[in-house]
């Protein structure tokens, strides 16, 4: 089935370094669209930074991501993590045109002074 | 403009009890979904509807959760004979198209003693 993997539970970080957090997936759908999301405490999830071009980089607050198929990934990056970077993120797969997405377990970045 | 409202945002219930869930989507979304979040599984997919009808509630536990959308302005899930694993914090999301851009609610914790 399809399946989001996120590596780190917990991503800890001195502000102003840089930041990477990964993402990687397994569908057999052909059509797939990519998307950040990020969680402030006691906040809504909200799109960070979506994606279905091969290759493409997104760019947004910041933060980007380039969407790999060859190698089912799809990590975040950002050169200089600031404090109020500090959230949960999910990544998430939606497939088929379908408006429905599988997320990650989730990772918390933990940007400290 | 109001985003995706979800009512009570916390609920305390006793084992076996029943509890019921609210969600008001964004006017004009024609999607609506619902997700459980806790730390262990993440952001899970329970169920969605498009334009009111039920599309895929393939994530539902089959045999004490239920959800509807009686008209484009209200979701409810219910969970009948309510169990401590169903303490978690469910949210709502509507989107106005298929390309998985979702607009959460800030969730309602629910908590089984």
């Known amino acids: 089935g399809d399946s989001v993997t996120q590596t780190e539970g917990l991503v800890t970080v001195t502000e102003g370094l840089p930041v990477k957090l990964n993402c990687t997936y397994q569908?057999?759908?052909?059509?797939?669209?990519f998307f950040w999301y990020v969680q402030y405490l006691n906040e809504a999830p909200q799109v960070l930074l979506k994606?279905?071009?091969?290759?493409k980089r997104t760019e947004h607050q910041g933060f980007h991501a380039t969407l790999h198929k060859s190698s089912s990934s799809f990590h975040l990056q950002k050169s200089s993590a600031q404090l109020s970077d500090s959230a949960l993120y999910y990544c998430?797969?939606?497939?088929?045109?379908?408006?429905?997405?599988?997320f990650g377990l989730g990772t918390t970045l933990q940007v400290q002074p | 403009n109001a985003g995706v409202i979800q009512t009570p945002r916390h609920k305390v219930t006793g084992k076996g009890q029943e509890a019921t869930l609210w969600c008001e989507p964004i006017?004009?979304?024609?999607?609506v979904f619902w997700y459980r979040q806790t730390i262990v599984q993440g952001l899970e997919f329970l169920t969605y509807f498009r334009n009111q009808a039920p599309i895929d509630d393939s994530g539902m536990p089959k045999e004490r959760f239920s959800a509807q959308m009686p008209n484009q302005s209200h979701s409810t899930l219910k969970i009948q004979s309510t169990q401590p694993q169903d303490s978690a914090v469910y949210l709502c999301?509507?989107?106005?198209?298929?390309?998985?851009?979702?607009?959460f609610g800030e969730g309602s914790k629910l908590t089984v003693l």
């Open positions: 994606s279905s071009t091969d290759n």
């Open positions: 999301a509507s989107s106005w198209d298929n390309t998985g851009q979702l607009y």
């Open positions: 569908t057999t759908y052909l059509t797939i669209a």
């Open positions: 998430a797969l939606g497939t088929g045109n379908t408006g429905k997405l599988i």
């Open positions: 006017s004009g979304h024609s999607a």
